[in-house]
């Protein structure tokens, strides 16, 4: 039986390997969120210590709030200038791959093993030691989330 649209999101992690022209894998799960609620071409950028993947209609969604409400937000021209920057348009190609260039890569020091996480609505693009680490952090402080958790009525 098939999801319903509404339900299919970028959820999970998967570790992969970039080949010798930076090509990389999506997996079969997001593409098949790409096919079934968006298109195959996604907006690649940096992000904080990751690349984000957006899915063009998600990315456009975040250049409106941006050009909308951005404007009003003190210190928002760095993160617009950071953000912008590094946008690249990423085609699927038949395999399911995208290329990611090579200036992007090196940004966030991804050479060969990557993770993918789903962020839901997009999904990330980690070198595997930094998601490792992010991860770790993460698992520490996991109790400093109860409060937001607590409140969005899921603790």
């Given at each position: 039986m098939k999801q319903q649209?509404?339900?299919?999101?970028?959820?999970?992690r998967s570790e992969h390997s970039l080949d010798a022209k930076g090509r990389l894998n999506i997996p079969s799960r997001f593409r098949e969120v790409l096919r079934e609620v968006y298109s195959d071409t996604l907006m690649v950028t940096n992000w904080q210590k990751s690349l984000k993947a957006f899915p063009v209609e998600e990315w456009e969604r975040l250049e409106e709030k941006l050009i909308q409400d951005g404007r009003n937000q003190p210190g928002m021209g760095d993160f617009v200038r950071y953000v912008i920057s590094g946008v690249t348009v990423c085609t699927l190609d038949k395999q399911g791959r995208i290329l990611l260039p090579p200036t992007?890569?090196?940004?966030?020091?991804?050479?060969r093993e990557v993770v993918l996480n789903g962020m839901l609505e997009n999904f990330e693009i980690w070198n595997k030691a930094d998601w490792q680490l992010e991860t770790q952090r993460t698992r520490e402080r996991f109790v400093d989330f109860d409060q937001n958790l607590s409140a969005l009525g899921i603790m």
């Open positions: 649209v509404s339900t299919l999101r970028f959820r999970g992007l890569r090196s940004e966030f020091g991804i050479d």
